[in-house]
């Protein structure tokens, strides 16, 4: 399958979601940390590897490393 171009926008939009995912897995990161509740901690742990996850795959189109590990 041949890979298509992404216009100038796309690019952008992709790579300001990319800043957004960042932020909200920060944020998720945190907020996991200072849970003192196990199920909360747990949630914002799964919330952030998805977070993760997503970063890597619009990170592919752009050719960006992701910033989070």
């Known amino acids: 399958m ?3 171009r992404l216009t100038t926008q796309e690019l952008m939009f992709i790579e300001e ?3 957004s995912s ?3 897995t920060r944020l998720l990161d945190y907020a996991s940390q200072v849970s003192t509740d196990p199920e ?3 949630l914002c742990d799964r919330l952030a590897k998805d977070h993760r996850a997503e970063m890597n ?3 592919g189109f752009v050719g960006a490393r ?3 590990q």
């Open 66 to 68: 992701p910033t989070l």
């Open 2 to 4: 041949a890979q298509e």
């Open 22 to 24: 960042a932020s909200v």
């Open 17 to 19: 979601h990319l800043r």
């Open 40 to 42: 909360i901690k747990s």
């Open 57 to 59: 795959a619009y990170s």
